[in-house]
């Protein structure tokens, strides 16, 4: 609703749905559509946000990987996010503050980069707590790489998510719009440690 059908035209000839959905299901994925059960309905404020690199508003979809209800655990959430580059301070700052949360049922959302989202990760699985990992790529990508074992540990206990199809690569803009998702899945944010 809302957009113009002949804007995207030039990137129909590259979609195959049945690839898609073939993709997720061959790494445990799921398509989640508005109006699903597990559809988390605070994403919706989207609606109202501006856009960044002519992307935004709510996500048309997410694709989904891990046994967790995206609605249940995005309803009681926070996300706990910052440099990449973080110190030592921050990213123990980083897992004790996700620990902390997900002892107390809250949901620690982040989006699996290095520095502070992976101790934020790690510190919630640590406590066998709840973890939203939002991702720039597909679900069925490990990115970065050297969080592939990360991203494992979440998607069996937590969930990994996306707006965009499985075998997508990220990209710069894909970041960008991405951290909006990371901001509407989560009732409050922690910035642990950022540039100014």
């Given at each position: 609703?809302?957009?113009?059908?002949?804007?995207?035209?030039?990137?129909?000839?590259?979609?195959?749905?049945?690839?898609?959905?073939?993709?997720?299901?061959?790494?445990?994925?799921?398509?989640?559509?508005?109006?699903?059960?597990?559809?988390?309905?605070?994403?919706?404020?989207?609606?109202?946000?501006?856009?960044?690199?002519?992307?935004?508003?709510?996500?048309?979809?997410?694709?989904?990987?891990?046994?967790?209800?995206?609605?249940?655990?995005?309803?009681?959430?926070?996300?706990?996010?910052?440099?990449?580059?973080?110190?030592?301070?921050?990213?123990?700052?980083?897992?004790?503050?996700?620990?902390?949360?997900?002892?107390?049922?809250?949901?620690?959302?982040?989006?699996?980069?290095?520095?502070?989202?992976?101790?934020?990760?790690?510190?919630?699985?640590?406590?066998?707590?709840?973890?939203?990992?939002?991702?720039?790529?597909?679900?069925?990508?490990?990115?970065?790489?050297?969080?592939?074992d990360l991203l494992?540990?979440?998607?069996d206990d937590g969930?990994?998510?996306?707006?965009?199809?499985?075998?997508?690569?990220?990209?710069?803009?894909?970041?960008?719009?991405?951290?909006?998702?990371?901001?509407?899945?989560?009732?409050?944010?922690?910035?642990?440690?950022?540039?100014?």
């Amino acid at each position: 609703p809302g957009r113009d059908p002949a804007a995207l035209h030039v990137r129909l000839g590259d979609l195959d749905p049945d690839r898609d959905l073939e993709l997720a299901a061959r790494c445990g994925g799921r398509l989640v559509c508005p109006g699903d059960d597990e559809w988390p309905e605070q994403v919706d404020v989207l609606d109202e946000a501006g856009e960044i690199d002519r992307r935004g508003g709510p996500p048309l979809a997410f694709w989904v990987r891990g046994p967790r209800s995206l609605a249940d655990v995005s309803g009681r959430s926070c996300a706990v996010v910052g440099a990449r580059a973080a110190s030592d301070y921050g990213v123990y700052t980083a897992a004790e503050l996700a620990a902390g949360l997900a002892e107390r049922g809250i949901t620690v959302v982040s989006g699996a980069a290095y520095g502070i989202d992976a101790a934020a990760h790690r510190g919630a699985l640590a406590v066998q707590g709840p973890t939203i990992a939002v991702l720039a790529c597909g679900i069925d990508v490990a990115y970065p790489r050297a969080h592939q074992d990360l991203l494992e540990q979440i998607a069996d206990d937590g969930l990994v998510v996306s707006e965009v199809p499985p075998a997508s690569t990220p990209n710069r803009p894909r970041f960008l719009v991405r951290n909006r998702l990371i901001a509407a899945l989560s009732l409050g944010c922690v910035i642990v440690e950022a540039a100014v």
